[in-house]
């Protein structure tokens, strides 16, 4: 699973979440250069790529899927992408974000404005630009298959190299229990 | 044709967004605008938990700046539970904060902008990123590395954890300082300096290379808002509410923190469902895109607005920086905003000097108890991008019954739009639209270092915005929805 420079292709990618999880990956620190000696990042909001590219060694996705964005570019990541990977407890149960699905989205976006100082804006989804609001808010696994889940709000920084190291020496991603929590 | 530029995703800055730019017929350009395009719902879903959950799961907001929430957070419960947080707790919460402006001033300024400003602007996208900063550069990428890694590891440090730590509560926080702590935080401090250092002489060296950006790169006048301390020096944690004018007139010297609602208020645009607020005193206008109330927050506002800094080193960078102002008034160029952060990196660290230094700060007595003595709470913090702002109601017992949140990205929202307006018309009105011209007015937004995942997470503020086209990609009236 490399590039001619014999480099593991990587993706980050983030949707409904707060970043926690990419901070912690930067909180590899100085074992990020060892990191990009080994692996080529090919796409990552740290980085200027616009469009997900093909051939994708592992995909790291942080976040839950809270809009149609999310659905849409799950669907490509995971065509594209040889090992998906749920980055944090948000992709892997929903946390945070889901803590509205009691609630109706409808209702809340009227009473935001009602409330508020001016009537309502048009639909929303009125617009490719604009992606419609999903009514649940679901984890990654119940809109396309995962490989890998790595749990933690935020996975800390040596969870997330312990995991790093299994694959790039190709064994299976199996954490020590006491790397398995959630929070 | 008519015909619009669409940039996305907007990269290099925290969270997600969508750039439209507008031309006429001629290639000139009409308009920018800014879409954000998610929301979570935190003012709705925490209404009926109990207030002092509020710090934890508020911090969720936001990976870049938790401490910011926890903190504002924590003092909105401070104030219903009523009794002083003591003396230790307030010193061991300002050393994260400051610990946090250290981590997030540099992934701004290193991760996120160096490589536009060292690399290029308009250089090859494919290495115009940190990690082509490392490979171009591996002596200031591995120093870029190890001052944000100085700030996060003190608030992991202190608190457990760097990110999402359960610390902060209301009345205090949960774990103390140790000497041993002290120790290796002292002896870390003359890299952080050297390195701030090095990037604030870098960054002045470089400075005319810069001249048309910092003309076209949001240089307008605005009002200028954030906290000061009661006697107007520059003041992160905790103080009065300042505004000043594009001439430095002060509108509002010292208001208090619970009366934040009688100076900003909230405009909404029927073709948008981002807020727009603005200073309620001079108005929203007429709706002419001319904002009489328009203000800007962050790292620029806090230096125009201060009487002085109050640390060595950072006074003496703040005197460089108001030179950057036209005749003695404010400085108005949002591209200054690099120069405010690497200057307020300097101040924290100073601060985080004191306070290692503080005999007080290994004192155990870090919380104080309490019940429900007040049903309403006002938390107001600077964030590294601005001013923050935490409201709730509680019934009694201690039952959220309404929460406000009101983010620094949201408060800077009328500026970015305008920013990146004036960025396009400068580099894009009638020229060859190529990916590095698209990448300037990216980073007219990454200036102002929003934290979209912290004004997406507020449906107070859903920030998105919408522009409708017509099936060839032309701009229909924004009246459409009539």
Known sequence: ???????????????????????????????????????????????????????????????????????????????????????????????????????????????????????????????????????????????????????????????????????????PVVLPVEMRNFG | MAQTIHIEPVTRIEGHAKIAVHLDDAGQVI?????????????????????????????????????????????????????????????????????????????????????????????????RNVIGLILANPELGRKAIRLRQFGQDIIRMVTGKSVHPAWATPGGVRTCLLPSQIDEIKARLPEAFDTTEIALNWLKDNYSKFDREVETYGDFPSLFIGLVTPDGGLEHYDGLLRVMDADGRILEKGLANDRWTEIIAEAVEPWSYLKFPYYKPLGYGNGNGNVPGLYRVGP????????????????????????????????????????????????????????VNDVNICDTHIRSQGGVNELRGVGVMEAPRGTLFHEYHVDETGILTGVNLLVATGNNNLAMNKTITQIAKAYMSGAKITEGLCNRVEHGIRLYDPCLSCSTHAVGQMPMQIQVFDAEGKLVDSKVRD
């Open chain 1, 1 to 171: 699973m490399t590039t001619q420079n014999n480099k593991v292709r990587l993706a980050t990618v983030w949707f409904g979440g707060c970043a926690g999880c990419h901070m912690s990956f930067l909180d590899l620190d100085e074992r990020l250069i060892d990191v990009v000696g080994l692996v080529d990042i090919v796409y990552s909001p740290v980085a200027d790529i616009k469009k997900f590219p093909e051939n994708v060694d592992v995909t790291l996705i942080e976040g839950a899927v809270c809009n149609s964005d999310h659905i849409k570019e799950a669907k490509e990541i995971r065509e594209k992408s040889k090992v998906v990977i749920s980055f944090g407890d948000c992709a892997v149960t929903g946390n945070v974000p889901s803590m509205r699905n009691p609630l109706n989205v409808d209702t809340i976006i009227s009473e935001v404005y009602s409330e508020g100082p001016g009537p309502a804006p048009p639909d929303q989804g009125i617009l490719d630009i604009m992606p419609v609001i999903l009514p649940q808010v679901v984890p990654i696994h119940q809109v396309i298959p995962v490989d890998i889940y790595l749990p933690g709000c935020p996975p800390d920084p040596e969870r997330i190299w312990a995991a790093i190291n299994l694959l790039l020496k190709g064994e």
């Open chain 2, 31 to 127: 308009d920018a605008k800014f879409h954000v395009v998610e929301f979570r719902g935190f003012e709705k879903f925490c209404v009926g938990r109990t207030f002092p959950e509020m710090p934890g799961i508020t911090m969720r907001i936001c990976g870049i700046c938790p401490v910011s929430h926890m903190l504002a957070s924590a003092k909105a419960c401070d104030v219903i539970q009523g009794p002083r947080v003591p003396v230790t707790a307030q010193k061991l919460r300002r050393l994260i904060n400051h610990a946090q402006y250290t981590q997030s001033h540099a992934l701004s300024f290193f991760h996120l902008s160096a490589p536009d400003l060292i690399l290029g602007m308009e250089s090859d996208p494919a290495t």
């Open chain 2, 300 to 355: 620029i506002a806090r230096l125009n607005i201060c009487d002085y800094a109050g640390t060595p080193r950072a006074e003496r960078e703040l005197r460089n920086f108001r030179r950057l102002g036209k005749d003695g008034k404010p400085v108005t160029s949002s591209f200054h905003a690099h120069y405010a952060r690497l200057i307020e990196i300097m101040f924290s660290l100073e601060r985080i000097q004191e306070l």
